[in-house]
Antibody, heavy 123, light 111 residues
Framework: QVHLEESGGGVVQPGKSLRLSCAAAGFTFSHYGMHWVRQAPGKGLEWLTYILYDGSEQFYADSVKGRFTMSRDDSTQTVVLQMQRLKTEDTAVYYC????????????????WGQGTKVTVSS | NFMLTQPPSVSESPGQTVTISCTASGGNIGRNYVQWYQQRPTSAPTTVIYEDNQRPSGVPNRFSGSIDYSSNSASLTISGLKTEDEADYYCQSYTDINQAVFGGGTKLTVL
């Protein structure tokens, strides 16, 4: 059974950094691209970033390019979202999402979602 | 910039059929696949339609997706509405530079 569990959320001051992790289980992790998506309070979904199954490339939304970095560690079946220079508008629930199908060289449909971790940026 | 626009809300009665639209601007809706996600209150989203009109395993055939190239839009149709279908629905597609794009979401109320 596919399972994604995010962690690392919390309250952080503007300008600071935060590292989110997503632990994956129940599938061949090294075969799947992974996404991060966020949802601000009372707002819609916003796609943030994607990493290819082999880690060779990452893609970012314009809103976070240069501040957020996504990486993966196949040995621990984990993806990480490193967030820097945080702003109040980064306050949201952050979801880790697995691609729908394996071994693709570009984004696929967002197949399985974690339950999310909440990030609050506030002084 | 490629964008997807959805109506903020729709409502319909149990047993009836509802259609939610997703109109593309800044690009051709047919250039990349469209997906639809359901998000019930306090839950994470789940996929109900992928690749324009495909249903993941476990999604009932009351859910269907389509593309209208003439209006540059996609649609999600839910027939035989049930109260459990009450949720937010998001369409999603891609830009030509490997970015995913979501519509603003539509709140479905089943009266």
């Amino acid at each position: 059974q596919v399972h994604l569990e995010e962690s690392g959320g919390g309250v952080v001051q503007p300008g600071k950094s935060l590292r989110l992790s997503c632990a994956a289980a129940g599938f061949t992790f090294s075969h799947y691209g992974m996404h991060w998506v966020r949802q601000a309070p009372g707002k819609g979904l916003e796609w943030l970033t994607y990493i290819l199954y082999d880690g060779s490339e990452q893609f970012y939304a314009d809103s976070v390019k240069g501040r957020f970095t996504m990486s993966r560690d196949d040995s621990t079946q984990t993806v990480v979202l490193q967030m820097q220079r945080l702003k109040t508008e980064d306050t949201a629930v952050y979801y880790c999402v697995r691609d729908g199908r394996p071994l693709l060289r570009s984004l696929d449909w967002l197949g399985t979602w974690g339950q999310g971790t909440k990030v609050t940026v506030s002084s | 910039n490629f964008m997807l626009t959805q109506p903020p809300s729709v409502s319909e009665s149990p047993g009836q059929t509802v259609t939610i639209s997703c109109t593309a601007s800044g690009g051709n809706i047919g250039r990349n696949y469209v997906q639809w996600y359901q998000q019930r209150p306090t839950s994470a989203p789940t996929t109900v339609i992928y690749e324009d009109n495909q249903r993941p395993s476990g999604v009932p055939n009351r859910f269907s997706g389509s593309i209208d190239y003439s209006s540059n839009s996609a649609s999600l149709t839910i027939s035989g509405l049930k109260t459990e279908d009450e949720a937010d629905y998001y369409c999603q597609s891609y830009t030509d530079i490997n970015q995913a794009v979501f519509g603003g979401g539509t709140k479905l109320t089943v009266l």
